[in-house]
């Protein structure tokens, strides 16, 4: 079946380091993939997508490149603040004419930036 | 954007009491709502797919009887926890999708039983 794999945490950076957080994937036909972000207490935030292959997602510094050869979706930014510490989610949604929406979540990885 | 509000955020109560959690898309129809349960420091588990104007599907393992899903109208589905114990404390998040867009997520229920 399909499922997600996520690097463990917690990953501990300091402000302005490079930031790349692992996430993999199996799964039958051509799914989307997804990073989500939980601030603590709070439900999920879409951070970014992508539907197919070599499809990069993008938004408030963070990218992520969906690559089928690798079957790998990794986050990265740049530049890491205090305030984007947070659990990030990785997922999938099952695509094509089988699309029931349903998303398969990675375990999550808690990001602590230290100032 | 598109918003998704869950109610309440938080709610303690006494073993053996029903509790009821509002999901409601405030500027969208959906057709589908999700509810997962997240165990602390855990990843989201997919409880149940809610249908508008039909039976909620259940994952594997989860209980019909225990978490009855209403979907009632395309802004509203509800989760009853019945006859909560404290094995059920946890924090409860919903989801709906605008058509085939990404699924948003409810700020979650924290929900705690004594």
């Known amino acids: 079946g399909n499922s997600v794999t996520q690097m463990e945490g917690p990953v501990t950076l300091s402000e302005e380091a490079f930031l790349t957080i692992n996430c993999t994937y199996t799964a039958t036909g051509y799914p989307s993939l997804f990073w989500y972000v939980q601030y603590p207490g709070e439900g999920l935030q879409l951070l970014l997508k992508a539907t197919k292959a070599d499809d990069k997602g993008s938004n408030k510094g963070f990218e992520a490149t969906y690559r089928k050869e690798t079957t790998s979706f990794h986050l990265e930014k740049g530049s890491v603040q205090v305030s984007d510490s947070a659990v990030y989610f990785c997922?999938?949604?099952?695509?094509?004419?089988?699309?029931?929406?349903?998303?398969?979540f990675g375990q999550g990885t808690t990001l602590q930036v230290k100032p | 954007g598109a918003v998704v509000s869950q109610h309440p955020s938080w709610v303690i109560c006494k073993s053996g009491t029903s509790v009821k959690i509002e999901c409601r898309s405030l500027d969208f129809q959906a057709t589908t709502m999700f509810w997962y349960r997240q165990f602390p420091k855990q990843s989201l588990m997919l409880m149940a797919t809610?249908?508008?104007?039909?039976?909620?599907?259940?994952e594997q393992g989860v209980e019909k009887d225990k978490f009855l899903i209403n979907h009632a109208s395309l802004t509203l589905s509800t989760l009853t926890v019945t006859s909560a114990h404290p094995e059920d404390s946890s924090f409860y998040i919903c989801s709906a999708r605008p058509n085939t867009q990404p699924q948003h997520f409810g700020d979650g229920t924290r929900l705690s039983i004594l």
């Open positions: 809610s249908n508008e104007g039909s039976k909620a599907t259940y």
């Open positions: 997922a999938l949604s099952d695509g094509g004419s089988s699309n029931t929406g349903k998303l398969i």
